[in-house]
């Protein structure tokens, strides 16, 4: 068995793996042998990966002295095991239907631990939230009115509409805040009104704390008014890097269309590499409110989806066949791209996808493309074309590095009728690799 990565070629971007990974990948029979019994495409996640990226987020509150919440932002990947690990850690999820509200239940999160997002909720979905204490995060005035017209206790966060991005179709305006806040304390008898809510785009510290800065100023307002108000919530948007910096950078600056098959063009890429990322991302957004957080008794709540998953799963397709395309190949792998979700953004996932063969059999390197296994020509997983050892061939797994967070489930379907790739948990036991279907 051997693993390769691309040899240089100018447009290579080599993932970063955790070890983890590595040693699942380098080992000579265990993604063989599931493959096998799968006898398709197939993920591979790392439930503990996912715990301590939650423990690290739950520590940066604890050393700056604030209290608070992380919510896992569900819809980023949809196993149930990082649900376990949210009940094993003390976490708490952020849903936006009734299926992935009970889906958490179901796993362990208790409804307190639950925070409710998401534009337009169903009247069920606000009920079933009601009826488990979730927190629910009110997008509109007439969602407000259906929660008071439910007559029973809830539990709500008023979402604001950032100054920086005043085109958002999310969240309340200020004098909506205010219509709202009005409501909020002629209801506080079931109403428990328990602070405001942002998500942002993009990954940057500043916007995030300066909106947290005015949040915190809301609730001390709300409080003169006899309202709760005791926490804010900064959503998600956790930076994660997937490459080096000097990767990231030679490949930016280098960047030509004919990298990709037909000189494809794309409208952006996500950025493969940040600083800062994760918690320490987190940290560095207390560097600037902490201290009044702790000051004002404010407790933070956040979102984080894509962060919580940084390493903590890859995908895996078959390779059936190759053939080639002019100077170069097009590799075609069991599966479609709707398993590697940026294809579906006008963009796409750019680390390096990986060979791992069975055997170590020499052959002059190939450069090639990679397509799934539809009829339609836009089902293309990487239309880059990327640097292979040899030429990959029936009975080669190919790898997609770090694909928990969005890449993986966002957009599957059963195109073709195939069935969905199956998610396979891995854990160890005494030094040994176990894997399990993950079915909850
Ligand atoms: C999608 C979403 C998140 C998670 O975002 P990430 O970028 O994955 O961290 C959190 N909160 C809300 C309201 C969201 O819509």
């Given amino acids: 068995m051997t693993i390769s990565s691309a040899p240089p070629t100018s447009s290579h971007l080599p993932a970063r793996q955790s070890d983890w990974a590595l040693r699942v990948q380098q080992d000579p029979v265990l993604l063989g042998d599931i493959a096998r019994a799968v006898d398709g495409p197939f993920h591979v996640i790392d439930p503990a990966r996912f715990g301590a990226n939650l423990a690290a987020f739950k520590a940066v509150l604890s050393a700056a002295g604030v209290d608070g919440q992380i919510y896992y932002g569900k819809k980023a990947n949809k196993a149930g095991a990082w649900l376990g690990e949210c009940a094993r850690h003390d976490g708490g999820v952020d849903v936006a239907s009734v299926p992935e509200l009970v889906h958490a239940l179901e796993c362990g999160v208790r409804g307190e631990d639950v925070v409710v997002t998401g534009a337009a909720k169903a009247d069920r979905l606000l009920w079933l939230a009601a009826r488990h204490r979730c927190l629910i995060a009110v997008d509109n005035l007439d969602e407000l009115e259906r929660i008071a017209a439910l007559h029973i206790p ?15 179709r999310f969240g309340l305006d200020r004098k909506q805040v205010e219509h709202a806040l009005d409501r909020c304390t002629a209801e506080s008898s079931r109403i ?57 950078e030679r490949f930016r600056s280098g960047y030509r269309d004919d990298w990709f098959h037909a000189g494809r063009k794309f409208a952006k890429f996500y950025p493969y590499h940040q600083n800062p990322t994760g918690a320490a991302m987190l940290a560095d957004i207390l560097g600037h409110i902490g201290p009044r957080l702790a000051g004002t008794g404010t407790r933070l709540l956040c979102e984080p989806g894509r962060a919580l998953l940084d390493q903590a799963g890859f995908s895996v397709f078959p390779v059936q066949g190759y053939k080639e395309r002019g100077d170069h190949g097009v590799v075609a792998v069991g599966g479609l791209s709707m398993s590697v979700s940026e294809q579906w953004k006008g963009s796409e996932f750019l680390p390096d996808p990986l060979l791992w063969h069975p055997d170590s059999a020499p052959g002059d390197p190939v450069t090639a493309f ?57 854990a160890d036991h005494d030094g040994r690799i176990t894997w399990a279907f993950d079915t909850h």
């Fill in 154 to 168: 809830v539990r709500i966060l008023l979402r604001v509409l950032p100054d920086v991005n005043p085109d958002s």
């Fill in 192 to 248: 428990s009104m328990e602070g405001f809510s942002f998500h942002l785009d993009g990954y940057e510290v500043r916007p995030r704390a300066e909106l947290a800065d005015r949040l915190i100023d809301l609730c001390t307002a709300a409080r003169t008014r006899g309202l709760p108000a005791t926490s804010i919530s900064i959503g998600g948007g956790f930076a994660c890097s997937y490459v080096d910096e000097e990767d990231w």
């Fill in 370 to 426: 990679v397509g799934g296994a539809s009829c339609m020509e836009y089902d293309v997983l990487t239309w880059r074309k990327i640097g292979f050892p040899r030429r990959p061939a029936h009975g080669d797994l190919l790898i997609y590095p770090n694909t928990a967070g969005y890449q993986m489930d966002k957009n599957e379907s059963e195109f073709h009728q195939l069935p969905l790739p199956p998610k396979i948990r891995l």
